[in-house]
């Protein structure tokens, strides 16, 4: 299996910044993506922003473009989510996923195609 170990969530003011961490352990080495989805109080679980292990290609949702920025460190195995210009609808639980399938043909937005699951952070966001 994969452990998740998420850090980094906090309270900030409305145009601050936050820098989320996701060590990954265990049997990581298929680890086909890693990513990050958020939820709010009574609503989904929605996706946020992913980054492929080889290669390093990335992807965003179109509420966080331009703010976000998702990167990751091979060495330590680990992803990264910077978060500026934070909003008060950026609050929400923040989760990383992998997906440790290395099969080309899914949808990296997808929750459906990860297969482990940080415990999730809190993100919250004042006006």
């Known amino acids: 299996q994969v452990q998740l170990v998420e850090s980094g969530g906090g309270l900030v003011q409305a145009g601050g910044s936050l820098r989320l961490s996701c060590a990954a352990s265990?049997?990581?080495?298929?680890?086909?993506?890693m990513g990050w989805f958020r939820q709010a109080p009574g609503k989904e679980r929605e996706f946020v922003a992913a980054?492929?292990?080889?290669?390093?290609?990335?992807d965003y949702a179109d509420s966080v473009k331009g703010r976000f920025t998702i990167s990751r460190d091979n060495a330590k195995n680990t992803v990264y989510l910077q978060m500026n210009s934070l909003k008060p609808d950026d609050t929400a639980v923040y989760y990383c996923?992998?997906?440790?399938?290395?099969?080309?043909?899914?949808?990296?937005?997808?929750?459906?195609?990860?297969?482990?699951w940080g415990q999730g952070t809190q993100v919250t966001v004042s006006s």
């Open positions: 996923a992998v997906r440790s399938a290395r099969r080309s043909d899914y949808n990296i937005r997808l929750l459906r195609e990860y297969d482990y």
């Open positions: 265990g049997r990581t080495f298929s680890s086909a993506a």
């Open positions: 980054i492929r292990w080889s290669g390093g290609s990335t």
